[in-house]
Every structure is written in C-alpha cells, then in structure tokens.
C-alpha cells in the first residue's frame, strides 16, 4: 500500500530533507512549498526533489531547479518576449510552481516545455499539466514562453501521495538536520534524561 500524506506533512518532510542536503533554510522553504504545489495538483514532487538530492549527495547535480526557479519567481529572471531556454535542468518539473507563481504575479499565461512534456500556467492557476511520469530527472531542454492559451484553472487536491521509498529517502537526508543525542544534552533535560522510564 503506498503511504498517503497531507500536504502539510509533505511540505515539512521536504523541507528538512533539502536543508539535509546542505541547502540554505531559505532555499529549502522554497523547496518545500514547491514539492507541496506539486503534490497537491498530482505530480510527484517528491520524488523529482528526492532525484536532485540525490544527484546533489553524489556530486552529479547539474542546473538546480529550486534555484532558477527563485530567481524567476523573484523576478531577477524574467521570461521576455524570447522566452527562456536552459539546458541540463535537473528534476526539471520543480521549476513548474515557480512559474506558476510567476504568472499570478506577473499576470501573464507562461507555456513550459520539458523534453516534449508541455504545461500551460495561467495567473489563476495551471490549465494543462505535464503526466505524472511524463518528466524526467534531468531534462535537455527547457523552454518557457509567454503564452495567450486561455481556460479554467485545474483543481488542486488535499492530500499527497508518496512512494515508501522516497519517503525514507527523504527521512534520511532529514535526518541530516538533527543533533545527536549526548549524556549532556539529556542531563540539561532534553529527552527523558539518562534513565528512561517510560
């Protein structure tokens, strides 16, 4: 059976997974509200952030999709009238909630395509999404270009769906984030102290 998590408890878990991995906590924030976007509107977030951090541990990581994706939902990129063309993006569909964050500030329809896998995302939402298996973990190509597709924005879900295997993954690079237990920390009151008697 394959855990079913809140969006809350997605976010959260990606969160300190990415911090884990040696991210910056404000990077990490990010990473944990784009894996909760993607979870909630049935993509596998969680899995894509997973990849990078993989890739990242194992020293393989090439263009980071967490940060092109802050740099344009922040606006130090912008997606001109020419559009925008990256190579080599790692787990490349986290960088569709930046966009879609980037057309509700900007306004603008943004048309994404990830080696052939295309979204369309409206400042209201996202009117088309890529298949859930349909993106890879590294893409050759990303193109996003302003688009004039209109349409009803698609429904977001409430709960999220996470293979056992990427939540233990994920669990262990959070892991990453706690400090060790120690006969000083105890006797300073952390935990039960040195007799545990529950």
């Known amino acids: 059976m394959t855990p079913i998590f809140s969006l809350n408890e997605t976010e ?3 969160r300190k997974a990415t911090r884990g991995a040696d991210y910056s906590w404000g990077m990490a924030e990010e990473a944990g509200r784009a894996v909760r976007w993607l979870a909630g509107n049935g993509l596998d977030g969680a899995r894509a952030l997973d ?3 993989q890739a990242r541990d194992r020293g393989e990581a090439d263009q980071c999709p967490l940060a ?12 001109g009238p020419e559009g925008l ?15 879609v964050w980037t057309a509700a500030r900007t306004g ?16 209201k939402g996202p009117l088309a999404l890529p298949g859930p298996q349909s993106c890879p973990a590294r893409a050759l190509r990303v193109t996003v270009t302003t688009s004039e597709a209109a349409g009803t924005p698609l429904q977001a879900g409430f709960r999220a769906v996470m293979c056992g295997e990427t939540a233990d993954s994920l669990a262990r ?13 105890r006797l300073s009151g952390a935990g039960a102290g040195l007799s545990d008697n529950d």
Do not use: C, M, N
């Open 12 to 14: 959260a878990l990606a």
């Open 51 to 53: 990849q990078l951090l």
């Open 68 to 79: 092109l994706g802050t740099a344009i939902s922040d606006g130090a990129l912008a997606v």
């Open 85 to 99: 063309s990256v190579s080599g993006l790692d787990a490349p569909i986290l960088l569709i909630p930046f966009l």
């Open 108 to 123: 603008t329809t943004l048309a994404v395509e990830i080696d052939g896998a295309k979204a369309v995302l409206g400042p």
């Open 173 to 185: 690079f959070a892991h990453r984030t706690y400090a060790p237990a120690t006969d000083e920390s």
